[in-house]
């Protein structure tokens, strides 16, 4: 148990659609960054949040895109879902003043048919 | 050349055998370098961080860090079939401030036989 927590766990969008990915932190990490891992593929960073704003990006179109609130709660927003944003998302806090995320949520299994 | 590389395995030891994964990458000024545990749809988890070069021991599982050879293994020693599970091996390049991302390697596949 991370303290991490994401929902959905498993989602069925069709292609075109529109989704929200939820995660709430651990109590006192400020730092929030998104993956997407595709089967059989390590996790790909998406993005990170530090204090509320975007800090760092891979290499994702801008069809996808987060918040972090004053809590550190964040969501991931993919829009005009496509086939190949099956995968799953997994969502990870780090401690302030850690070295890395060393806490992920159990993730979001989005499903794009 | 990919930033972070590793077999895909998949990787067959008996159980009480040594497991030997690893893991080279492309940056040289990388800082730390992480090793995680991910079960069949479950997220990774956190397993071993080497800094420095040389060996980091944790019960059964050492971390090996040669940075002139931009290279990072993990040893587990008396492999049990719990240790069955993709071994992802995770970078950190140079950072400004906050601004940190881990690169990840695809993972190896490991598999503990009875």
């Known amino acids: 148990e991370t303290g991490v927590t994401q929902s959905p766990t498993h989602l069925i969008k069709t292609r075109g659609q529109q989704v929200t990915l939820r995660c709430s932190s651990q109590?006192?990490?400020?730092?929030v960054s998104w993956y997407q891992q595709a089967l059989g593929q390590g996790p790909q960073f998406i993005f990170q949040?530090?204090?509320?704003?975007?800090?760092g990006r891979g290499n994702f179109p801008p069809r996808f895109s987060g918040l972090q609130f004053p809590n550190y709660s964040s969501e991931l927003n993919v829009n005009a879902l496509e086939l190949d944003d099956s995968a799953l998302y997994l969502c990870?806090?780090?401690?302030?003043?850690?070295?890395?995320?060393?806490?992920f949520g159990q993730g979001t299994r989005l499903t794009v048919v | 050349q990919k930033e972070v590389e590793q077999n895909s395995g998949p990787l067959s030891v008996p159980e009480g055998a040594i497991a030997s994964l690893n893991c080279t990458y492309s940056?040289?000024?990388?800082?730390?370098f992480f090793w995680y545990r991910q079960y069949s749809g479950k997220s990774p988890e956190l397993i071993m961080s080497?800094?420095s070069n040389g060996d980091k021991e944790d019960g059964r599982f050492t971390a090996q860090l040669n940075k002139a050879s931009q290279y990072v293994s993990l040893l587990i020693r008396d492999s049990q079939p719990s240790d069955s599970a993709t071994y992802l091996c995770?970078?950190?390049?140079?950072?400004?401030?906050?601004?940190?991302?881990?690169?990840w390697g695809l993972g190896t596949s490991l598999a503990v036989n009875p």
């Open positions: 990870a806090s780090r401690p302030i003043g850690g070295d890395t995320e060393a806490f």
């Open positions: 109590s006192g990490h400020n730092t």
């Open positions: 949040y530090y204090r509320e704003e975007e800090n």
């Open positions: 940056d040289r000024v990388s800082q730390s």
């Open positions: 080497i800094y």
């Open positions: 995770a970078v950190v390049g140079a950072t400004a401030g906050n601004n940190r991302k881990l690169i």
